[in-house]
């Protein structure tokens, strides 16, 4: 089982919102990391968007609008990027990652459609 | 701004090795690490590991090791990464991206990153 699954597609209309799961393996608690999401555009390199612990520790990318957030499920062992007022422009992959036991891990990235 | 500029794209053989550079710019170049991730064709990221460019130490992910070394050279603030005995499974674009945080504690984001450096390993 990977250590982070993230669906590999998900579609949504403009204007509305967008939540983007990263869920964490079983027995790795997502309440003790800090998930990092990035966005990639086809043909350029990925970009910072958010880190995302708690409430009280996290932080926006300089210049990511606000519409960009994040929180977690605990329930679900999982983070979640939301992305509302959804725009065309935000059609990209989306990646999150996780610092576990010393590593950097990628979640398999999600393609958000924007129709 | 904070830049990271890489190398150009690079056709190799296999058997053969490719040093792919890493230039930064708009800060201070030790007060940051450099990861280094690979994405192959069509496929996700896969971090690689991360060099302390203060004391140079690297520190390398499961599955580059031995054929992956990096290095720097502080006076022109530039990172390498340098790949030996070039494989098909090589083919991939390889990105530099620069530590913000801890990466020593396991607590740095990736930020910016650079422009990526195509590397096709093709006879």
């Known amino acids: 089982q990977a250590v982070l699954t993230q669906p590999s597609s998900l579609s949504a209309s403009p204007g509305t919102s967008a939540s983007l799961t990263c869920t964490l393996r079983s027995g790795i608690n997502v309440g003790t990391y800090t998930i990092y999401w990035y966005q990639q555009k086809p043909g350029s390199p990925p970009q910072y968007l958010l880190r995302y612990k708690s409430d009280s520790d996290k932080q926006r990318g300089s210049g990511v609008p606000s519409r960009f957030s994040g929180s977690k499920d605990a329930s679900a062992n999982a983070g979640i990027l939301l992305i509302s007022g959804l725009q065309s422009e935000d059609e990209a992959d989306y990646y999150c990652?996780?610092?576990?036991?010393?590593?950097?891990?990628f979640g398999g990235g999600t393609k958000l459609t924007v129709l | 701004q904070v830049q990271l500029v890489q190398s150009g794209s690079e056709l190799k053989e296999p058997g053969a090795s490719v040093k792919v550079s890493c230039k930064a710019s708009?800060?201070?170049?030790?007060?940051?690490?450099i990861n280094w991730v690979r994405q192959a064709p069509g496929q996700g990221l896969e971090w690689m590991g991360w060099?302390?460019?203060?004391?140079?130490?690297?520190t390398y992910a499961q599955g580059f090791t031995g054929r992956f070394v990096f290095s720097l050279d502080t006076s022109v603030r530039t990172a390498y990464l340098h790949i030996s005995s070039l494989e098909a499974e090589d083919t991939a674009v390889y990105y530099c991206a620069r530590g913000v945080g801890f990466c020593s504690v396991g607590s740095c984001s990736f930020d910016p990153w650079g422009q990526g450096t195509l590397v096709t390993v093709s006879s």
């Open positions: 990652m996780i610092w576990h036991s010393s590593a950097v891990v």
């Open positions: 708009g800060y201070t170049f030790t007060s940051n690490a």
């Open positions: 060099i302390n460019t203060d004391t140079r130490n690297p």
